[in-house]
């Protein structure tokens, strides 16, 4: 992060670093990171790209760097914000005492095609819907975190965390010489307990695990494989699952063998055709009613998607309060509520300043970006508020701190994200001390999507206790 | 271990095993193509490398007529012909893939370089499909791969069920390779072939060798001028050449053995692999010509895919 006196104190050794480095050095270490991510095949698909049906997502050299006590900070907020969604969920499909006392207006939920109503009036194992949620945060000064976006359903990236980091390691050991970095390496480890402590009741001690993909063409396949291949279980598409009298099996060289846990990495509506898209070829048929039964835990919980909906979004600060009693630690970026009219108005008149966003929409499709959208565009978005107000809401167009990033060229600034992972299991949340950075590569771009041209960093959380 | 890995293990190993078998066909058809012919020349040995390949059928559906240039397209290049080279290697990298976490880093590593090293020559042939000089390197780097991807499999892999259903696959495939080129050949091998000393025919016998790298083995085995019947006698019943079907067979039999006993159960493919083998055991080279070389290659031809479907349903697709 640099301000206008030039790098943080958390960023002098980097910096240093960097200014010592000779730049033909610089370049090497970029291209043998390519090269070492190419080899292990750490791709990503790209929907709809006919080129190449795997890329890689650009890794930039330079860490981004925390310092201890700011994360601990964010860590605090994180946890807040978490225990506050799983209490959210377990009221939405319980009681919905915070619809009844009017704190969320009901028909965002109820008419949230992310609701599901099979879930309503059943419990999950200790109360935990959301196993592993990954929450967007931004910075727009030295003090505060703001949340961009809760990802409550099956957030990706977490691979990315724990390879960038490894890559780092083996390339620049000197770099990590000089800081006291905290290892991010535990989180199989810490994910593997976290689904074990939710199996359910009758799996007995050592409850079978699996990892449910859609396949090889789904743009995050590397790190389905990748975290099976971490925790030590199987990973399963939909086609090695069966479902007899309520108990799901996977098909083995050796018969069906039971399984307790799945940790899936495919959404609700290709879960189970006979519940959801009867079109689904992904799902397993009959999981859903296993799953009512009480005989397998999905992670996370079906129907986590209607907790993280930009709308609902705009009421986390009150859920917080409605829930914990607490203020959030963690700040809301202010948003307008198009459904609003009196903001529907504004936003309007606003339109090339604002960052307007669809409801529902995900991975930067679906939105308009004020400042650097065309005249065109901008006409274009209007008529979709206009006929549809409900569907979007808008938030000013964020200055986002940024971080240096080394190019040929020379060392640059460049605008920043990040997404850290909270595991929560049945004796609460934890987070691993680090997280996926995503950095807008383009000069000036806000858009850190890696389906968008964004690439990664490893992301350090330093003791920042003795800097020098 | 999931049924489906286990397939994808299997054909993994059958998928790099007839890549090489391919490019060694290629490769020896185009060293025969090169000689002075007598009889039907180019046209005689393209076909014969298209039977060896078991395409043969499908190439006459796509095409009217025989050359070299249709023949190497389709058996190197041909996105429409599920075995040529090129489809083996994505076939092979789509099985890996689908089991990153069955293999180990290293044969990862092997099959994913030798996937981007195929990439990088597609692309500079831009079209130009008959550049001899990129299919060189492209048959070379079919071999290198196959080889590769075999030796980080023996050196890196647990010995458990992972690793004997991609044995299985190898020792399948190779099996069924080393009876297709006996089947196409099997009339120049008969013993009362005339030696007439005739170079085509020489050309021919080596050929057949060099088709399955057994060249060098034979000059070791026979220390004995290319005779046709030592030929036969090399490709089936040698337990010494690797090839040879009762070595394959010897293989097949002891890993399927290592999954019966881990998973404490036998079945219809341990009982037919084991007579397979023992028939090749106490045949003689002598018997197989009284009953007919090429009766005896058909009936092992139609053993071999039997054994390949009584895997599958004992194993593969449970």
């Keep these: 992060m640099t301000t206008a006196n030039g790098p943080r104190d958390l960023y002098k050794r980097v910096a240093r670093w960097l200014e010592e480095t000779p730049t033909e050095l610089l370049a090497s270490r970029r291209s043998q990171a390519e090269l070492m991510f190419r080899r292990m095949g750490i791709t990503f698909a790209v929907y709809g790209d006919q080129e190449s049906t795997e890329r890689l997502i650009p890794f930039d050299i330079v860490p981004r760097i925390l310092g201890q006590s700011e994360w601990a900070r964010l860590e605090a907020g994180l946890v807040q914000r978490v225990k506050a969604l799983n209490l959210f969920l377990a009221d939405l499909y319980g009681k ?5 006392a009017g704190v969320v207006p009901s028909d965002i939920i109820y008419r949230n095609p992310a609701f599901r109503p099979e879930m309503a009036g059943r419990a999950v194992p200790h109360g935990v819907y959301v196993q592993i949620a990954g929450i967007d945060i931004v910075r727009v000064d030295e003090k505060d975190f703001y949340v961009l976006e809760d990802n409550v ?7 990315y965390m724990l390879e960038n980091r490894e890559a780092m390691m083996r390339l620049l050991p000197d770099l990590f010489a000089m800081h006291r970095v905290a290892p991010v390496e535990s989180y199989p480890n810490e994910l593997l307990a976290c689904l074990r402590s939710v199996a359910p009741l009758g799996a007995g001690a050592d409850p079978t695990i699996a990892v449910l993909t859609p396949g090889q063409f789904n743009s995050a396949y590397y790190e389905h494989s990748f975290l099976a291949d971490k925790l030590g279980v199987e990973l399963v598409e939909g086609r090695d699952l069966i479902v007899r009298d309520d108990v799901v099996y996977m098909r083995t060289t050796q018969g069906p063998k039971r399984v307790d846990v799945i940790y899936r990495r495919l959404d609700d509506d290709y879960l189970d055709p006979l519940a959801f898209r009867p079109d689904s070829m992904l799902g397993v048929a009959g999981l859903m009613s296993a799953y009512q039964a009480g005989n397998v835990t999905l992670a996370n919980a079906v129907g986590t998607g209607v907790a993280d909906d930009k709308a609902v979004y705009t009421y986390m600060p009150e859920i917080i309060r409605f829930y914990l009693g607490e203020e959030s630690l963690l700040k ?127 992301t350090w959380v330093i003791d920042d206790s003795n800097l020098g | ?37 007598a009889n039907g020349g180019d046209r005689a040995e393209w076909e014969s490398a298209l039977s060896s390949a ?103 892999m647990l010995r458990n069920d992972a690793y004997w259903f991609g044995r299985l696959g190898l020792y399948l495939e190779r099996a069924d390779n080393t009876a297709r080129i006996l089947d196409v050949k099997y009339n120049l091998l008969l013993p009362d072939t005339e030696v007439v000393g005739g170079s085509l025919d020489y050309f021919q016998w080596t050929a057949i060798l060099r088709a399955v790298s057994a060249l060098t083995s034979y000059n070791w085995i026979y220390r004995d001028s290319v005779k046709p019947w030592l030929i036969a006698d090399l490709l089936i019943l040698r337990q010494e050449m690797p090839r040879s079907l009762i070595s394959c067979y010897d293989n097949i039999q002891r890993f399927l053995d290592s999954i019966g006993r881990a998973y404490g159960r036998q079945g ?11 028939r090749l055991e106490n045949t003689s080279m002598d018997q197989v010509f009284a009953t007919g070389l090429h009766e005896f290659i058909t009936a092992f031809v139609d053993d071999n895919n039997r054994l390949g479907w009584e895997i599958a349903e004992q194993y593969l697709v449970n």
């Design chain 2, 268 to 278: 219809a493919a341990q009982r037919h692999a084991r007579n397979v083998l023992t």
């Design chain 1, 153 to 159: 359903r099956t957030p990706s990236g977490v691979s």
């Design chain 2, 1 to 37: 271990m999931l049924a489906r890995t286990a397939d994808n293990l299997y054909w993994l190993a059958r998928y790099m095993e007839r890549a090489d078998y391919l490019a060694r066909i290629v490769n020896t058809t185009l060293r025969l193509a090169a000689l002075p012919s």
């Design chain 1, 96 to 100: 919905a005492d915070i619809l009844r």
């Design chain 2, 54 to 156: 078991g395409g043969l059928e499908r190439f006459k559906e796509m095409h009217d007529a025989i050359t070299p240039d249709k023949v190497i397209d389709f058996l190197v290049y041909d996105a429409n012909n599920p075995s040529s080279i090129v489809n083996c290697i994505e076939n092979g990298r789509f099985n890996a893939r689908a089991v990153r976490t069955a293999l180990t880093a290293e044969t990862w590593d092997s099959i994913n370089m030798g996937w981007l090293e195929l990439k990088k020559l597609e692309q500079s042939r831009a079209g130009v499909r008959s550049d001899p000089q990129i299919l060189g390197q492209l048959l070379d780097l079919a071999m290198k791969l196959s080889l590769d991807v075999d030796g980080s499999c023996y050196r890196t």
């Design chain 1, 332 to 458: 809301n970026v202010p948003t307008w509520r198009c459904r609003e009219p009196d903001s529907l108005k504004y936003v309007l008149e606003h339109l090339p300043e604002l960052v307007v966003k669809e409801v529902n929409g995900s991975g930067g499709y679906g939105m308009l970006v004020g400042p650097h959208a065309s005249k065109a565009d901008i006409e274009l978005f209007a008529g979709k508020l206009a006929r549809d107000p409900n569907n979007f809401i808008a938030q000013p167009t964020l200055s986002l701190s940024s971080c240096p990033a080394s190019f040929p060229t020379g060392v640059a600034p460049r605008h920043v994200d990040l997404r850290p992972f909270v595991l929560t299991g049945a004796h609460g949340s934890r987070v691993v001390p680090g997280g996926l950075t995503r950095v807008a590569l383009k000069e000036g771009s806000l858009v850190v999507n890696s389906s968008q041209g964004g690439g990664t960093k490893d």
